[in-house]
């Protein structure tokens, strides 16, 4: 079993949609929480840090649930700019390291 | 200012034959780490430099591969023997890592896609 488990997707949504990604993370000792996105043939690019709280940051939402070990992601108004694999990104005590998990796949059409 | 970059964009080689990466990570940035995206795979951990020194190398899969930083900057990945599952793209990135929340943030280079025939 993966460290950080994703639904590889893909999703495809019409523009305007609203779409959920959910993530779940096998070690308690994670500490920190990062959705990466990353374009075809590209390098990943952080979308955004995922705080205990939650959190926003214009259309993107991210959630950390640490009982359950759970991390989303929502996108309102999806763009087709948003077309991309989102990587759900953890980092564990003790360690610098990111692990990654194998990406969520979004299609937006028009 | 100027991101990490890396060298040679691609690379093809004959199995068996030695190859080397190249990364020039962020100025400033005392953290370098080497990751590797295979087809169909996640990234996978390789190796993380903190200064010249690299106290996790758990990534690296076999005795074949290994890096090394210099000057606290640049830093090399060299493969020996290379096989045909050394196929991937080769991605370096870096982080300021001073302990505050920021410097955990990881910016990539654009990798090396390459390919062992």
């Known amino acids: 079993r993966k460290e950080v488990e994703q639904d590889p997707g893909p999703f495809n949504v019409p523009e305007g949609a609203t779409v959920a990604f959910n993530c779940t993370y096998s070690?308690?000792?994670?500490?920190?929480f990062f959705w990466y996105r990353q374009d075809c043939r590209k390098e990943p690019k952080l979308l955004m840090s995922?705080?205990?709280s939650g959190n926003e940051d214009g259309r993107f939402t991210a959630q950390l649930n640490r009982a359950s070990q759970y991390i989303s992601l929502l996108i309102r108004d999806s763009k087709l700019s948003d077309s991309a694999t989102y990587l759900c990104?953890?980092?564990?005590?003790?360690?610098?390291?990111?692990?990654f998990g194998t990406g969520t796949r979004l299609l937006v059409s028009p | 200012g100027a991101g990490v970059s890396q060298s040679p964009s691609n690379k093809v080689t004959e199995k068996g034959k030695d190859v080397e990466l190249r990364c020039d990570p962020i100025?400033?940035?005392?953290?370098l780490y080497w990751y590797r995206q295979s087809l169909g795979q996640g990234l996978e951990f390789l190796i993380y430099?903190?200064?010249?020194?690299?106290?996790?190398k758990s990534g690296l899969p076999s005795d074949r591969f290994s890096a090394e930083r210099t000057g606290g900057s640049v830093s090399t990945l060299t493969i020996q023997r290379t096989q045909q599952e050394d196929s991937a793209v080769y991605l370096c990135?870096?982080?300021?890592?001073?302990?505050?929340?920021?410097?955990?943030?990881?910016?990539f280079g654009p990798g090396t896609r390459l390919t062992v025939l």
């Open positions: 990135a870096s982080s300021l890592a001073n302990g505050g929340m920021r410097a955990d943030t990881q910016y």
């Open positions: 070690n308690s000792a994670s500490q920190s």
């Open positions: 995922v705080y205990s």
């Open positions: 990104v953890v980092r564990n005590t003790g360690f610098q390291k990111l692990v």
């Open positions: 100025s400033g940035h005392t953290a």
């Open positions: 430099f903190q200064g010249n020194s690299a106290p996790d």
